[in-house]
């Protein structure tokens, strides 16, 4: 086999900023190729520049653009893992004013976004015995007030990997599912609050030590380093400051 088809490469959405930015350099340090999809290509292309990972600008709502970067990732090499990292929040209004757009908004990308690009490259996945990663949340396991449509979301995705799983059985696949708690990210918090930087601070404010990017990269890292036959279904990685969605510790 040429050395370059023996070297893994993963496909990482949502690598322009935060955990899927963090899971690239992760994994090039760890000797992967990588592919890095977003919509934001300036950013991709920075990241390319500093890890020498390739990248694709990709809209994982659009049928044609994923299409579009699946196919010239599948040309260009094989693929041994995918990490879905696309997504958010969008909104903590409560179930009796919630926006529906802002509903639509977090399906279209948490949801449906890891099933379109899930669907395309499992079978280039299967051909390499490779792995598939779901980044869901703590929020699909437990809900809180003004969390109706983000935890809904993240646990629709955690179903998702669950079935994916089921239906595989036997298959050369495994399929994980990491399920991180408060990550300090620079765009999460912003985005969710509607850009009011101000409230995203206080989503972290007095917090000893939130979770960071790298934290979950690691986790990434660390599972599909495991032998292929071992599959870590699901990981739970909070601060230690936050026992439940609910209750976070606080210093402030
Ligand atoms: N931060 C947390 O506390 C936390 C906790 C648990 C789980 N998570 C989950 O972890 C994932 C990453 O979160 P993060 O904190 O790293 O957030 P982030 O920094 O806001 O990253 C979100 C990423 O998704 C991409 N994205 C958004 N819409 C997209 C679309 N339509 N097509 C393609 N890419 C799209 C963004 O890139 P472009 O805008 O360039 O497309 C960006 O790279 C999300 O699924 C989030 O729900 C986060």
Redesign the pocket.
């Given at each position: 086999m040429a050395e370059d088809q023996k070297r893994r490469r993963a496909v990482v959405?949502?690598?322009?900023?935060?955990?899927?930015?963090?899971t690239v350099r992760s994994l090039v340090s760890d000797g992967w190729s990588v592919v890095a999809?977003?919509?934001?290509e300036e950013?991709?292309k920075a990241l390319s520049e500093e890890t020498g990972c390739e990248y694709f600008v990709?809209?994982?709502?659009?049928e044609d653009?994923t299409a579009a970067a699946v196919e010239k990732l599948t040309a260009a090499g094989p693929v041994d893992a995918l990490v879905?990292?696309?997504?958010?929040?969008l909104g903590t209004d409560h179930v009796d004013v919630a926006k529906i757009d802002e509903w639509r908004w977090m399906y279209?990308?948490?949801v449906l976004?890891t099933l379109r690009i899930t669907q395309k490259l499992l079978p280039a996945i299967k051909e390499r015995e490779g792995s598939v990663v779901v980044?869901?949340?703590?929020?699909g396991i437990e809900t809180y007030p003004g969390g109706g449509g983000?935890c809904g979301?993240?646990a629709a995705?955690k179903a998702l990997a669950r079935a994916l799983r089921l239906e595989q059985v036997g298959e050369p696949v495994r399929v994980i599912d990491i399920?991180?708690?408060?990550?300090?990210?620079?765009?999460?918090?912003?985005?969710r609050l509607h850009g009011d930087q101000k409230a995203a601070d206080a989503?972290y404010a007095g917090v000893p030590n939130?979770?960071t990017?790298e934290d979950?990269a690691e986790a990434v890292r660390w599972a599909l380093d495991q032998p292929a036959a071992v599959d870590i279904d699901e990981m739970v990685v909070r601060p230690r400051a936050q026992v439940s969605s609910t209750q976070v510790y606080r210093t402030e």
């Open positions: 959405t949502g690598a322009s900023s935060g955990i899927g930015e963090a999809l977003a919509r934001r950013r991709l990709c809209d994982v709502t659009s653009s879905n990292c696309a997504g958010g929040a279209e990308t948490n976004g980044i869901s949340s703590t929020a983000y979301v993240k995705e399920a991180p708690g408060l990550v300090k990210t620079a765009e999460f918090s912003l985005n989503v939130p979770l990017g979950i």
